[in-house]
C-alpha cells in the first residue's frame, strides 16, 4: 500500500474560522511533510516531522500549527486564515527523513483550501 | 544555489506521438533524481527515480534518462495517451538533505486526440 490519504478534499472557510486538516500513511514512512501548492507553483515545504518530532519549519506563520500524534497521522491545524493562504495543501510522507539513495516521497491527494 | 529548471514551460501534442521532457540542475551534492506527475488538482505521483550511477529508468511508456556529468536529465513519453495530459516535475534531492527537495517548475503538457 503506496497511499497517502488527506481530508477533507475540499475546505472553505473564514477568516475567523479553527480548521484542521488530515493526513495518514500505513506505509511505516517515520517522516511526513506538509507543502502548500498556489496553481501552476511547485510545491514549497511548510514543515517536517521526522520520527513524530518537528525537524523543519520554513518559517511559517503561527496561524498554521502541525501536529503529530503518531508516525501514521500528521495534521496542520488552521486559525486566523488569510485569503492568501488559499491554495492546495499537500501531505507527504517518506521511509526516512536523513540524506538516503533512494528516499521517495510519496505524496496525498491534496487538500484545495479556500478561505473567505 | 541549488536550482532545477525545467523546459518547455508548456507542450501540446497529439496523441499518439512522442515527447520529451527536459530538466537541468545545479544540485550539489547530488543524491538524486525524480520525475513526478500532476494531475491538475491533485498530488504529484512518482515516475521514476534515478541515482548517480544510474543512466536510465522505464516505467511503462515513461524512460527518464540522466547524465550526471552534465547535470541534465530527460523524460521521453512514448505513444502519448489523452490521461497523459499532466504537469510533470522534475525533483532532486540534495546529499546533505533528502527532506529539502528541489522541485522545478514543471511542464505541463497537453495531449490533444
Request: aromatic share 0%; charged share 10%; no cysteine.
Given at each position: 500500500d503506496t497511499e497517502v490519504t488527506q481530508t477533507p478534499k475540499h475546505l472553505v472557510m473564514g477568516m475567523t474560522n479553527k480548521k484542521s486538516l488530515k493526513c495518514e500513511q500505513h506505509m511505516g514512512h517515520r517522516a511526513m511533510y506538509w507543502y502548500k501548492q498556489k496553481a501552476k507553483k511547485p510545491p514549497e515545504l511548510m514543515f517536517v516531522y521526522s520520527y513524530e518530532k518537528l525537524?523543519?519549519?520554513?518559517?511559517?506563520?503561527?496561524r498554521f500549527s502541525p501536529e503529530c500524534p503518531n508516525s501514521s497521522l500528521l495534521n496542520l491545524h488552521l486559525h486566523a486564515l488569510q485569503p492568501e493562504d488559499s491554495a492546495l495543501y499537500l501531505c507527504a510522507s517518506s521511509?526516512?527523513?536523513?540524506?538516503?539513495?533512494?528516499d521517495t516521497q510519496y505524496f496525498g491527494p491534496g487538500t484545495r483550501l479556500t478561505v473567505l | 544555489k541549488n536550482q532545477v529548471e525545467q523546459s518547455p514551460q508548456s507542450l501540446i501534442i497529439l496523441e499518439g506521438k512522442n515527447c520529451t521532457l527536459q530538466c537541468n540542475y545545479t544540485v550539489s551534492p547530488f543524491s538524486n533524481l525524480r520525475w513526478y506527475k500532476q494531475d491538475t488538482g491533485r498530488g504529484p505521483v512518482s515516475l521514476t527515480i534515478m541515482t548517480f550511477s544510474e543512466n536510465t529508468k522505464s516505467n511503462g511508456r515513461y524512460t527518464a534518462t540522466l547524465d550526471a556529468d552534465t547535470k541534465q536529465s530527460s523524460l521521453h513519453i512514448t505513444a502519448?495517451?489523452?490521461?497523459?495530459s499532466a504537469s510533470y516535475i522534475c525533483v532532486v534531492s540534495p546529499y546533505s538533505s533528502a527532506s529539502k527537495i528541489i522541485f522545478g517548475s514543471g511542464t505541463r503538457l497537453s495531449i490533444r486526440p
Open positions: 525537524s523543519i519549519n520554513e518559517s511559517v506563520p503561527s521511509q526516512v527523513g536523513t540524506a538516503s539513495g533512494t | 502519448s495517451q489523452l490521461s497523459d
